[in-house]
């Protein structure tokens, strides 16, 4: 089936990234961060940005939806005139379409806003998904998986379902009950980048029993032509939260940072699973049971985890540099994966090769999130005992700022 335009943007906003790096490749604009993008009609027209910072005081956390037409590295993105979101707050959505969704750790409401004339958020429908359990949304931007203007996925952790919703009636449609997902004496956790390969998304999973990693992979993949999902899992490592899709096709998915992390500071602690690399079929929906590496073998020895991706079927895998932040016996495997101190090195699964250093990027934090912007890819980095967010460029590797904001962000979308 081939998959509708909608589908494609959403695609592209995940880890389809591919024709972003060619498009850069190809270009002599030397903006990294360009303030026009053309219509449909051949029109030129202004891009909007919506950032969704949350700001945390004393434990209470207040979110701010940022609308920008400017992006400035030198100028720190201002709350003032923002719009308030009560809690922890997440803005999803399909990019350019001129609509935001937004959710928050504050209840189990959904809300949509659209774009203005005049540049401002107007409230246009509520779904709410308590029926379904839900309590509290707050992870990540991208347990929303928006299908086509009509359907779109939550991945919910805590209830072991996926619930299926229209975002233009805003209308809750149906649920997916995947008991698979539950683990006893472990929380789920879901990717921050999913994959969508196809008629399918795909959803890998990670455990931790407390800060320890379970050692159990998983992955949901969801059927969108008929709405059934399931979770299909393996038991030779843990954490494996982060995916890519090869040139061969198969999808290739790692143990994320904190998870190598968690594997640093345990020493020698046998029980603690080894980061590793696992290829996964879309089309059967199978592990390969012949393919297992250990990330560190890819990199000279180092901690290794996350895999992001990149152009044509590359990837890039974060490394460790304990020349920037030592590792003491008293270190936090928590403190360690958000440190400002881990590299980009390159990767092609499929070839079977090694990864090498991209030494142009500078280290940054482990966990990542990627977004698209104009038709580049920018990634995350928290810094300032996590209480800045800066967005870095990736298309063309040289980690350039692109814009910054007090507070965490888990959130970015391109209204226009």
């Known amino acids: 089936m081939k998959p509708s335009p909608f589908f494609r943007a959403s695609a592209r906003l995940l880890l389809t990234l591919s024709l ?13 961060t360009p303030d026009a993008g053309t219509d449909t009609d051949g029109g030129t027209t202004t891009p ?22 400017t992006l400035d590295p030198a100028m720190p993105l201002s709350t003032t005139n923002a719009t308030q979101i009560n809690g922890r707050a997440l803005g999803s959505g399909i990019a350019k379409t001129g609509s935001i969704f937004i959710s928050s750790s ?50 919910d952790g805590r209830n072991s379902q996926v619930i299926i919703w229209n975002p233009k009636d805003m209308t809750l449609t149906n649920s997916i009950s995947l008991p698979e997902m539950t683990i006893a004496g472990s929380s789920t956790t879901f990717a921050s980048n999913p994959i969508h390969v196809a008629n399918k998304v795909l959803m890998p999973l990670g455990w931790r029993a407390g800060a320890a990693v379970t050692k159990q992979a998983g992955i949901i993949v969801v059927d969108t032509t008929n709405d059934t999902a399931m979770v299909v899992k393996d038991d030779r490592c843990g954490y494996v939260r982060d995916g890519i899709v ?19 500071v345990s020493g020698t602690n046998p029980s603690v699973p080894t980061p590793c690399l696992l290829k996964f079929d879309p089309v059967t929906n199978t592990y390969d049971k012949d393919f297992f590496k250990e990330l560190g073998t890819l990199t000279n ?51 079977g090769t090694n990864a090498t250093l991209v030494d142009t990027l500078p280290a940054s934090t482990g ?13 995350s980095e928290f810094t300032n005992n996590s209480g800045t967010t ?26 226009r």
């Open 301 to 351: 020895g180092g901690a290794t985890g996350s895999l992001l991706a990149g152009p044509n079927g590359t990837g890039y895998l974060r490394v460790l540099d304990e020349t920037a932040y030592p590792v003491a016996p008293d270190t936090v495997a928590r403190t360690l994966a958000s440190a400002v101190a881990w590299k980009w090195w390159k990767l092609d699964p499929a070839a």
């Open 48 to 69: 909007m940005y919506a950032f969704v910072a949350q700001v945390s005081v004393e434990g209470n956390s207040t979110s701010y939806i940022v609308l920008t037409e």
């Open 246 to 264: 090869g040139t061969d096709g198969k999808v290739y998915l790692a143990t994320e940072a904190y998870g190598a992390a968690e594997k640093r």
């Open 20 to 32: 972003a790096f060619t498009a850069a490749a190809c270009s002599d604009d030397d903006d990294k």
């Open 390 to 415: 800066n967005y870095r460029e990736l298309t063309d590797l040289s980690g350039n700022l692109v814009a910054t904001h007090q507070g965490l962000s888990f959130s970015f979308l391109q209204l």
């Open 106 to 155: 504050a209840g189990a409401t959904v809300t949509r806003y659209n774009l203005t004339a005049g540049n401002t958020l107007e409230k246009a429908g509520e779904v709410t998904f308590a029926g379904k359990g839900v309590t509290s949304i707050g992870e990540y931007q991208n347990q929303f998986q928006f299908v086509s203007e009509t359907k779109a996925y939550y991945f």
């Open 367 to 379: 966990s990542s999130f990627l977004y698209e912007l104009n038709g580049r890819t920018v990634f």
